[in-house]
């Protein structure tokens, strides 16, 4: 058995980053940047109103409250071109430029206006620059925004449509394809006949996939034979970033996925026995000439999934330029004992991570935790690392990869 760390070394040292494209800003999020983003524009891009009120001198406010000649309006998308002289005021909406001389607005909740509406009164003594938006105020024209490297989440994207950047060089999302092995696998609804099971592996990776921002191909089941694994591979290899199986890599008579890899992996294939339950079967290796990425998991589903994320997401995540590659890491209370046999490995359970009423992250198991229970890794959202030894006792801290923070049962909910 090698540690986890050697067989991600292994794989991450193995992986390049994706050659950066263009891509169009809109369709950009969840990319990472591969050049440095600059405004070639101020944002806001003009002097404007933060306010609906009116517009004026604020040296005219020393008294208050004062009288102002109203002048005209402006609106939201006006030139405002309007000059306020020394007395005077011009009504203004949000977003509306500062007319010349104007240095401040008052808000419209602090004024009243005469019937004709041209006086108004000002109940405010206002400084210079009082619900006044200046242009660049959030970024300065010249200014470096974005360093490469960065994730473009959705306000990143919402900035570079602020400063009217239409297209970004980022790294792509890396195309997975995804294939089951096993001749017993079926896809066909109705009865399964005996000794058949419904493939349940990759419907969950291409889920995983897509939820983790990546592109899929489905690239089905095939059974166990040698030849249609080197067809499905290398029919693979040409429309994809990246290969994911499962089955097939354990030392069962038929789990041929191995010897497949073995044929077309090259010089960075590896056969691998990684000290972690579960998940501990794994082979890697680069598809010959196009040099993609193949990754054999095993086929027990919850193995299949703790495999992709100790070692597939990792190292997509590094192929698409990311700077983090796992899962936050973070230090629970085992709500409950937490049990386990020494045996070399490190134990993934999974858990039910919720924070109590004091805020502490306490975790206890989902359900059973056999390598075949996908419906316990169903109900997770976290995964308890216990290292090697007898396990945690209750009370005592346990770390966890968290998996789902949107999940993360609250004692209470969160009050506005
Ligand atoms: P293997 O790694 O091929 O020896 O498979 C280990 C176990 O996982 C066996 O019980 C398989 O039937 C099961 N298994 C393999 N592939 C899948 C799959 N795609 N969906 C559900 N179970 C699977
Ligand atoms: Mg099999």
Redesign the pocket.
Known sequence: MIPIAEARRHVLSSCAVLEPRDEASGAAEGCVLAETVRAAEPVPPFTNSAMDGYALRAADTRSSPTRLKVIGTVMAGDDGTVTVAPGQSVRIMTGAPLPPGADAVCMVERTRVDEQGTVVVIEDVLEPGTNVRSAGEDIAAGSDVFAPGTLLGPARIGVLASLGIESVLVHPRPRVGVL???D??VTEAGPLPRGK??????PALLGQLRRDGFGTVDLG?VG?EEADLVTCLEDARSRCDAVVA?????V?D??L?KAVLEKLGGDAMRSMQVAVKPAK?FAFGLLDATRVPAFGL????V??LISYELFVRPALRSMAGHRTLDRPRLSAIAACDLPRRPDGKLHLLRVVAHTDGDGSLRVRPSGGQG??M?RAMADANALALLPDGDGVRAGRHVEILLLDGDELVRAAEVAW
């Open positions: 089951s092995t096993g017993e696998l099971i419904r493939d349940a592996n990759r089941i166990d499962s089955g097939g890599v354990s069962g038929r789990d996925m079967p095993p086929g027990n589903p193995s299949s390598s075949h996908l």
